[in-house]
């Protein structure tokens, strides 16, 4: 496993290499593979995401979303990290964002995964693989994630990964319109590791 990350912290220098799946940060010409894999999957997506704007999966939107990461990388606050199999193919997306520093010394993780790629354990092995980058090289003492109460696969990610349920947060999040309760997990630096391939 390689952590890649320059003394500026900016994103584009950011690759973790693991067994079965990489994680790099997004870049421009990711841009097609990128809007088919979210086209594809809308139907499997959009339940679980806030809602798609009209121009969701535009070229222009792609790179305001990529200046967003780049800020974010550069102020030490997020980093999205797009998921890749050994053979390049991208399936997925994972962030660490609303990073907090000083005592709290926590991140959220966001997630999502393309449908051919879904239920193969690709995502759990992302999720493996960014926690040890998230502690060792960014000193994060914990990690959180949430997910709504009917997404029995993403809390079944979150398991696998090594994270504990800690309760319940009503009407957490506006999820595709409608404020919805979520599931809260969390894991920090010295909780046991999953025997995950990563």
Not at 81 to 92: E, T, V
Not at 131 to 154: D, I, K, T, Y
Not at 165 to 177: F, H, Q, S, T
């Amino acid at each position: 496993m390689a952590f890649l990350l320059s003394s500026s912290r900016t994103a584009i220098d950011l690759d973790l290499q693991g067994r079965d799946v990489a994680l790099r940060a997004p870049q421009m010409a990711d841009y097609e593979a990128w809007a088919e894999l979210r086209a594809a999957s809308r139907a499997e997506l959009t339940p679980y995401e806030p809602v798609w704007t009209r121009d969701e999966l535009s070229r222009s939107a792609y790179r305001h979303r990529l200046k967003h990461y780049a800020r974010e990388a550069a102020q030490d606050l997020g980093y999205a990290l797009f998921i890749f199999n050994p053979a390049h193919h991208l399936l997925g997306s994972v962030t660490l964002s609303n990073i907090r520093r000083g005592v709290a010394q926590a991140a959220t993780i966001g997630y999502w995964i393309g449908t051919p790629a879904a239920g193969r354990g690709h995502m759990t092995a992302a999720l493996c693989l960014l926690a040890p980058f998230a502690f060792r090289s960014l000193q994060l003492h914990r990690l959180e994630a949430g997910c709504v109460p009917s997404n029995r696969a993403s809390i079944r990610v979150l398991e696998k990964s090594g994270f504990a349920e800690e309760g319940l947060a009503r009407r957490y999040l506006r999820i595709n319109g409608t404020w919805q309760d979520h599931l809260l997990f969390a894991r920090l630096i010295d909780d046991p590791h999953p025997e995950v391939r990563s």
